[in-house]
């Protein structure tokens, strides 16, 4: 029989003692040495509290072969299970309250693009556009409206492309002239390019929303950061009804990363949560320039797509960059999470590059600046039976669940919903499994994807392809969308078995690039998809069902059984 050591950290404990029950250590670092020098398998019991991120574990840190080192709340799995959260944030404290009823602090060098009011993000500060009549320049922006401005401020422009929002920071305003960060700006000018049905559009264009100045604080509940005195910054919030400075909880996360793991394997984390980070890359001067999914521009190479000759084109990043995650993996073998949450982050929650055998299960998303989950160039992953729920609510781009450059990875009953574009995304890759995933809620604030979005090559056969089946997708929203999408020279995908209902269109057949050794088979929708009445040759189209009554539906949905299952 294997023998199982056992470890305790406690926020009371000391790092001197031996780390028992009775004598816990005080910090995971110390609690990672002791697991290094046992034999066999080994728990490390984390009693309640907030913890500071990042954990950090290295490939000394794995498990010996044939056992495993794993890292969870005290009492996982029982009623008694402790609240253990590895938390990136700071307690605010301090502070005043102006006439008009603004909580308003100092403090110092703190820089964050977040902040947490008991348990709750909240939003920053907001106007819609810039006031008066506005013309863009090379350098920025002019507008005949008199702005008084304060440092921090940070612009959306929502829709540059259908599927793109990209953020940008002010440098400075002076009257109603206002200048760009740069490069941010001159990039923006230089991506953003298009022709379509005979209308050109040059540039990022004029800014949808404009973020986190104190003067934008009217709605109850939100918040701005002025940074116009460096190292003596200032915090705005405005309450909502029933807050009280003295009693309310204010966390303003400040770190951007809580575990970070290269070379390691053999390590579990059960019941955790993960909370309250940021991401200040949007507030730089290089800017968030989205472009599709969780890539980004940083510079680098253009390259123009030609959609139809001589009529429709458009300029992308040809070098894109990912959007970083808050908890990352880079060559890690045998790496699971059971039982965690990840909430209240500044980026995506959980990225694994590289590596294999890595398993997500029975795990919450929720409220995330960008996805829940990232897979890039790993092997054999299974994401299986979490929740995803209210992510991209900064980066609008940002899928729920993301594969790219994958290798017989599997994402297989999960729910995902309110996902502000795709809610599960399968860029070329081979082997990919997504099965009887219930997706609700895509599309909801960005244009051209789908519940379930899968492009480009996929395998070199149908054995070796990607398989989507199973799966329910409903309510899929934004105008412009296909519930099931199979995009941009999709190839060798079977799209079998899946129910469809409530979407602006179920699915479409003719793309570009057009698509090649794709099935359509057995799937139920109300709606014929977009190509179904004239099907390319390439597409296999056999055996699916159009029904218009709500009894034949719900029936599909029953038989599907999609959706995490109940352990």
Not at 413 to 434: S, Y
Request: hydrophobic share 35%.
């Amino acid at each position: 029989m294997a023998y199982t050591t056992e470890v305790h950290v406690a926020l009371d404990g000391d790092d001197d003692a031996p780390g028992t029950p009775e004598r816990p250590f005080v910090t995971i670092d110390r609690a990672r040495r002791a697991a290094r020098e046992a034999a066999g398998d080994v728990v490390v019991h984390v009693r309640a509290g907030t913890y500071p991120g990042p954990w950090e574990f290295i490939e000394e840190d794995s498990a010996r072969e044939g056992s495993r080192i794993t890292y969870q709340a005290n009492g996982f799995g029982t009623p008694a299970q402790d609240v253990v959260v590895i938390g990136g944030g700071r307690v605010i404290t301090g502070w005043r309250v102006g006439g008009d009823g603004v909580w308003v602090v100092d403090v110092g060098t703190l820089d964050t693009r977040h902040l947490t009011v008991d348990g709750r993000r909240v939003d920053r500060a907001a106007i819609d556009g810039i006031p008066g009549e506005v013309s863009e320049n090379d350098a920025g922006y002019v507008t005949d409206a008199r702005l008084d401005w304060r440092a921090g401020v940070e612009f959306v422009h929502r829709g540059v492309y259908p599927w793109t929002e990209a953020r940008l920071a002010v440098e400075s305003v002076a009257d109603g002239t206002i200048t760009m960060k740069q490069p941010a700006f001159s990039w923006a000018r230089q991506l953003y390019n298009s022709s379509w049905d005979g209308q050109t559009s040059s540039g990022p264009g004029l800014p949808t929303r404009v973020e986190n100045d104190p003067s934008f604080l009217t709605e109850p509940g939100t918040f701005a950061l002025d940074r116009s005195r460096p190292g003596e910054h200032v915090l705005h919030y405005l309450p909502r009804t029933g807050e009280d400075p003295a009693t309310t909880r204010v966390v303003a996360p400040e770190r951007d990363t809580l575990l970070v793991a290269t070379g390691a394997g053999g390590i579990s984390f059960r019941g955790l949560i993960f909370a309250d980070t940021t991401w200040l890359r949007p507030a730089g001067d290089r800017g968030f320039l989205h472009y599709h999914g969780n890539g980004f521009h940083d510079g680098g190479r253009i390259d123009t797509v030609v959609v139809v000759e001589g009529q429709s084109w458009l300029t992308v990043t040809g070098e894109p960059e990912t959007i970083p995650a808050c908890a990352s993996l880079v060559d890690t073998t045998g790496i699971r999470f059971e039982g965690c949450r990840f909430t209240r982050l500044g980026s995506t929650a959980l990225g694994v590059t590289g590596g294999a055998d890595t398993v997500v299960r029975g795990c919450r998303f929720d409220t995330l600046a960008a996805g829940a989950i990232t897979l890039t160039g790993t092997h054999r992953a299974v994401v299986e039976d979490n929740e995803v729920h209210r992510v991209g609510l900064d980066h609008s781009g940002s899928p729920g669940i993301a594969l790219l450059a994958t290798v017989d990875c599997t994402v297989a009953h999960n729910r995902v919903d309110d996902v502000p574009h795709c809610g599960i995304v399968g860029g070329p890759a081979k082997g990919t499994r997504i099965l009887r995933n219930h997706v609700t809620g895509a599309m909801g604030v960005l244009a051209d994807g789908g519940g379930i979005y899968v492009s480009g090559p996929q395998g070199e056969s149908h054995e070796d392809g990607a398989v989507v089946r199973g799966n329910v997708v409903t309510d899929t929203r934004t105008p412009y969308n296909f519930a099931l999408y199979t995009d941009y020279g999709a190839a060798w995908v079977t799209v079998a078995d899946n129910v469809v209902r409530r979407a602006d269109n179920t699915a479409v057949l003719q793309v570009h690039p057009p698509l090649d050794n794709v099935v359509y088979r057995g799937n139920v929708w109300d709606a014929d998809p977009i190509g179904s009445e004239a099907v390319p040759d390439s597409v296999t189209y056999e055996d699916n069902a159009t029904l218009t009554d709500a009894a034949g539906l719900d029936a599909a949905e029953a038989r599907a059984q999609a959706g995490p299952r109940r352990r």
